[in-house]
Nanobody
Framework: QVQLVESGGGLVQAGGSLRLSCAAS????????MAWFRQAPGKEREFVAA????????YYGDSVKGRFTIPRDNAKNTVYLQMNSLKPEDTAVYYC?????????????????WGQGTQVTVSS
């Protein structure tokens, strides 16, 4: 059974940091690119960051570039989203996603597996 389980969301003040985790199971984590997307109320789900297999290349959405990073621990089948200098506009449900390709993709349709999401709320 494929599972992507996100954790680490919560409430944080503007300027603060959070680290999200996504634990993968039920599929071959190796040779998979991993990504984070987010969806704010009333908005489309948007690309945040992605990391290729095995982790040397990453790509970020313009709104988070320079503030977020997406490391992965292949021994633990886990990908993270380190979020620094958080802003109220970062408030959203954050979703982890996996695709059975080594290279990065930035659109929802290219990801096969999805987690259930974790809420991040940034207060001003």
């Amino acid at each position: 059974q494929v599972q992507l389980v996100e954790s680490g969301g919560g409430l944080v003040q503007a300027g603060g940091s959070l680290r999200l985790s996504c634990a993968a199971s039920g599929f071959t984590f190796s040779n998979c690119a991993m990504a984070w997307f987010r969806q704010a109320p009333g908005k489309e789900r948007e690309f945040v960051a992605a990391v290729a297999w095995p982790g040397s290349r990453a790509y970020y959405g313009d709104s988070v570039k320079g503030r977020f990073t997406i490391p992965r621990d292949n021994a633990k089948n886990t990908v993270y989203l380190q979020m620094n200098s958080l802003k109220p506009e970062d408030t959203a449900v954050y979703y982890c996603a996996a695709r059975p390709r080594i290279e990065i993709a930035t659109t929802r349709a290219e990801y096969l597996y999805w987690g259930q999401g974790t809420q991040v709320t940034v207060s001003s």
